[in-house]
């Protein structure tokens, strides 16, 4: 049978066929369309483990797990056979209406099981979702608590938590928004616990309780009455792998108890063992109310999100409280449900959650720092199975690269060239690999990131 997914069907399509179909017919999401016409498309046709390979053959390593998700790796029978069985028994049915089937209830319970502090789970199909979700249901919450007024949910700067009109809103990109135009009212942002770029006149620690006090004096000033909740990522992603220094979420966690607001930590990328623990806030030992997740639930393979609640939130939403008007079509889709608790199962049987933290983690974190001596590097940061690169132009002075530069969009391409993804906020490199990385893949990232760094010096 011709199937057009399929490249192998159609070995007469060329590179070129393929990127001038692309051009012709499909609008990328965050991509400038006139910089993709000038050169096309890098077309990725087949993966395997840590590797992806392009339509020509070049066997690239994945510094990022795709868009930081594929934690078990590429190629995992066990969830194509999940999905399979899944989609013959039960391709799909809805969680409305008093109605519910055994993938979706059997996740949730191994969720919550995973997460005890956790007594329900809310599916969505996406991270942008479960942040629209955790609105709605903060919102909710206040109203049933007989506080409406309580609207505010305080975010932060150079935040992200998705596209949607409420993740755009709660992320904190400047050119979002400038973009956007009107966003959703009633959601503040404050100064974010980046270090390295905007704190190095003080200690990290220092630093860190003054980013985190900047939340108990904008409670102050808006009025605590008015205050809902605070959310953010236990460590940006997007926004460049900030990792906030130690004394930062213990302060946000006193804070948000004294004034009773909600915390929530977003966990899209930190959920599911990428810090080394099953959860970011298991890493930071904070204690959120509300815990959105998406990405790795399923190592990517099959979209779906969701919201972890946590009794305070569940006990008010489930108690007298009538009906809750939210859902989405495919909240709890079986099939996804069905790879994520395959995915879950592969993170168990083979302790990867662990191995980040005892083995492959601390081994990527030490080979990463040796980075740190070449002439283009400010700083190598990382954590559990994150990294970041910072390219500078100077690195005493840590001076960056004027934007217009493009230098780490530069050092991107040569790292593609040269069989490697890594991914570039302006000018910081990010890695977030698959949780399978070798050793010996380890040293290889490594080794290509240097040659890159050269090449773009
Ligand atoms: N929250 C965080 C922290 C994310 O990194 C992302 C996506 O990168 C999202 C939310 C949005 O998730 P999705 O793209 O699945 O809507």
């Known amino acids: 049978m011709n199937n057009p997914m399929n490249t192998a069907a159609h070995p007469e399509r060329t590179r070129e066929e393929w990127q001038h179909l692309d051009r012709q017919h499909h609008l990328h999401p965050f991509t400038d369309f006139k910089e993709l016409a000038g050169k096309g498309s890098r077309i990725i046709s087949r993966a395997e483990g840590a590797y992806v390979w392009d339509v020509d053959g070049h066997q690239i390593l994945d510094g990022m797990a795709g868009l930081w998700c594929v934690n078990v790796g590429y190629g995992r029978k066990e969830i194509a056979d999940a999905v399979y069985t899944q989609m013959q028994q039960l391709p799909y049915y809805n969680n409305f209406f008093q109605t519910a089937h055994p993938p979706a209830i059997e996740l949730a319970r191994q969720l919550t099981e995973l997460a005890p502090r956790f007594k329900q789970v809310f599916f969505t199909g996406s991270g942008s979702e479960a942040n629209d979700t955790v609105l709605r249901m903060i919102w909710r919450y206040w109203q049933l608590q007989d506080q409406p007024q309580r609207r505010v949910v305080i975010s932060r700067k150079n935040a992200y938590h998705g596209s949607t009109l409420g993740g755009a809103s709660l992320g904190g990109f400047g050119v979002v928004h400038e973009q956007m135009g009107t966003l959703i009212p009633d959601i503040v942002h404050i100064n974010q616990p980046y270090w390295y770029g905007e704190g190095q006149d003080m200690s990290p620690e220092e630093f860190g309780l003054l980013r985190a006090r900047e939340l108990r004096d904008t409670i102050e000033e808006i009025g605590a009455d008015k205050v809902a909740a605070f959310i953010g990522e ?54 959120p109310d509300l815990m959105p997740v998406a990405k790795g639930i399923t190592s990517g393979y099959i979209p779906l999100g969701g919201v972890m609640v ?16 939210h859902g989405f079509t495919y909240s709890g889709h079986p099939v996804a449900c069905a790879a994520a608790l395959a995915n879950l199962a592969i993170l168990r049987q083979e302790h990867l ?21 070449h002439p283009l590097v400010g700083e190598v940061r990382g954590l559990g199975l994150f990294g970041a690169i910072e390219l500078v132009a100077d690195k005493a002075s840590h001076r960056r ?57």
């Open 234 to 287: 236990p460590i940006q992603g997007a926004g460049g792998v900030i990792i906030p220094p130690a004394t930062y979420w213990p302060e946000i966690q006193k804070i948000c108890d004294e004034y009773g607001i909600l915390l929530v930590t977003d966990e899209v990328i930190c959920g599911f063992g990428r810090t080394g623990e099953w959860f970011g806030a298991d890493y930071f030992g904070v204690k």
């Open 310 to 325: 946590s009794e305070r939130v569940s006990d008010v939403l489930m108690g007298d409280a009538g009906e809750f008007y």
């Open 353 to 373: 959650v662990t191995r980040i933290r005892d083995d492959i983690g601390p081994y990527l974190q030490q080979q990463l720092r040796t980075l740190q001596a």
């Open 401 to 457: 690269f004027d934007s217009k530069q493009g230098v780490g969009m530069r050092c991107r391409e040569h790292c593609f060239q040269n069989g490697l993804i890594m991914r570039a906020v302006s000018d910081t490199m990010i890695i977030a690999p698959p949780f399978i990385l070798s050793h010996a893949q380890v040293d290889e990232l490594v080794s290509k990131a240097w040659k890159c760094l050269d090449l773009t010096a």
